[in-house]
């Protein structure tokens, strides 16, 4: 296996909450991503880091931050959850030099 | 317009027959290009990259059309197993990769 874990796998939550979903992988990789899943849109980007403490933005990044403190972990945090971010979120990592990206197994969030 | 277009689908073939998808982008500077496969409820994973004189890996073939901006993914033979969404994905310079809505194929007995 790849080495890319995201916790939780489920989780629901209520409306107004702040929820942070882990991306965690041990291949050392520089780049990671989050992208969301949703019926009907696709893969969609929503940010992503290119080293510890370096992240920009993506297509769909308003309503969430995220955090890298260190090359193994890659933190999304909702601060105020609503219903629009149910979503499956999926976490994906790049090695330098490589163009294809290997996917973790993703979390389902739903918000009440 | 879309970066990356997709048919949604769904391709409905039987077990054996060949199929072909097709996908157009958007942006005439991307330089990378591949197809992913998605199982239901499961993460993508790479099936394939795609070069410009096409290649091919067992069944699958893919093709790619710089000057009308497409590409394509042929199936021959095509088994049970073959069922999933295949997403098209494009890459520009060092931006991250762009992913097509995907293209739903179910093979069936």
């Known amino acids: 296996d790849a080495g890319i874990t995201q916790s939780p796998r489920h989780k629901v939550t209520e409306t107004g909450t702040p929820v942070t979903l882990r991306c965690h992988q041990t291949e050392n990789h520089r780049y990671m991503y989050w992208y969301r899943q949703d019926p009907g849109h696709g893969l969609r980007l929503i940010h992503y880091?290119?080293?510890?403490?370096?992240?920009d933005k993506g297509e769909v990044s308003d309503g969430y931050s995220v955090s890298r403190s260190k090359t193994e972990d890659f933190l999304l945090t909702l601060e105020s959850a609503t219903s629009s971010q149910t979503s499956v979120y999926f976490c994906?990592?790049?090695?330098?030099?490589?163009?294809?990206?290997?996917f973790g197994s993703g979390t389902r969030l739903t918000v009440v | 317009r879309k970066e990356v277009e997709q048919d949604p689908g769904p391709f409905n073939v039987p077990e054996g027959a060949t199929v072909a998808f097709n996908c157009t982008y958007s942006?005439?500077?991307?330089?990378?290009f591949f197809w992913y496969r998605q199982d239901c409820r499961k993460e993508p994973k790479l099936l394939m990259s795609?070069?410009?004189s096409g290649n091919e890996d067992g069944r699958f073939t893919a093709q790619l059309n710089r000057a009308s901006q497409y590409i394509s993914l042929l199936i021959r033979d095509s088994k049970l197993s073959d069922s999933a969404t295949y997403l098209c994905?494009?890459?520009?310079?060092?931006?991250?990769?762009?992913f097509g809505k995907g293209t739903r194929l179910s093979v069936i007995a």
């Open positions: 795609v070069y410009s």
């Open positions: 942006n005439s500077a991307s330089q990378s």
């Open positions: 880091s290119y080293g510890v403490k370096d992240t």
């Open positions: 994905v494009v890459k520009s310079g060092n931006t991250p990769l762009v």
């Open positions: 994906a990592i790049r090695g330098a030099g490589v163009d294809g990206y290997t």
